[in-house]
């Protein structure tokens, strides 16, 4: 039996399978410094996570648990804008994606 490492989301504090939340990563710069999503899950240092949901993302800024998870100061508007670029991204990724009943490409 194969156990699965656990994460608790910071947005709704919820207790996930690590494989089912998104990582973010503090990457340094002034005066606030910037968060990233870590999609592969190997950038370096302290992670925080969130489950894929902008209701969650969202819960997380908004009780500054970025800020508070990471022990500096966060851009709160960039990590919306981070997320935001990455439900695009992945918005587009399903629609280029798309296949028909027969599992042929539309």
Not at 4 to 16: A, E, P, S
Request: glycine fraction near 8%; aromatic fraction near 6%.
């Amino acid at each position: 039996m194969k156990l699965h490492q656990q994460r608790t989301c910071i947005g709704c504090r919820t207790v996930t399978n690590k494989n089912e939340l998104l990582r973010w990563v503090l990457k340094d710069g002034a005066p606030l410094r910037a968060v990233n999503l870590d999609l592969q899950g190997s950038a370096f240092g302290r992670g925080a996570w969130t489950h894929g949901t902008e209701k969650c993302v969202q819960q997380a800024v908004q009780r500054r648990a970025f800020a508070r998870t990471f022990r500096s100061a966060v851009d709160d508007s960039q990590v919306l804008q981070e997320f935001t670029a990455y439900e695009d991204q992945l918005a587009a990724s399903q629609l280029s994606g798309k296949h028909d009943e027969s599992g042929s490409e539309i």
